[in-house]
Nanobody, 125 residues
Framework: QVQLVESGGGSVQAGGSLRLSCVAS????????MAWFRQAPGKERQFVAR???????????NYADPVKGRFTISRDNAKNTVYLQMNILRPEDTAVYYC???????????????WGQGTQVTVSS
């Protein structure tokens, strides 16, 4: 069992930055692929970024096209924490951001077994 708790959301003006954190409980955190998804009102949950358990391998991260070059996902297995650094934020980034954990890497929400409660990110123009 893995429990996930996100933090770091808030309100920011366009062009600003935020860093989201997700702390996981459970001894096997380091073996899970961790991902961030987001969901805007009236829209489906959308993949944002993921990081493989082996974060030092090439190809261990993947990003959705709308956030490439602006968002960076990272993890600290010693702290059971995954981060999402979000730079050059845009109003269209406004959404509830969810942390997810799964044993099979991928960009589809259904692959992830555990989810956090979400944290709101609001970007004003």
């Amino acid at each position: 069992q893995v429990q996930l708790v996100e933090s770091g959301g808030g309100s920011v003006q366009a062009g600003g930055s935020l860093r989201l954190s997700c702390v996981a409980s459970g001894r096997t955190f380091s073996r899970y692929t961790m991902a961030w998804f987001r969901q805007a009102p009236g829209k489906e949950r959308q993949f944002v970024a993921r990081i493989w358990w082996n974060s030092w391998s090439s190809g261990s991260t993947n990003y959705a096209d709308p956030v490439k070059g602006r968002f960076t996902i990272s993890r600290d297995n010693a702290k059971n924490t995954v981060y999402l650094q979000m730079n050059i934020l845009r109003p269209e980034d406004t959404a509830v951001y969810y942390c997810a954990a799964g044993l099979v890497p991928g960009d589809v929400a259904g692959l992830y077994e555990y989810w956090g409660q979400g944290t709101q990110v609001t970007v004003s123009s």
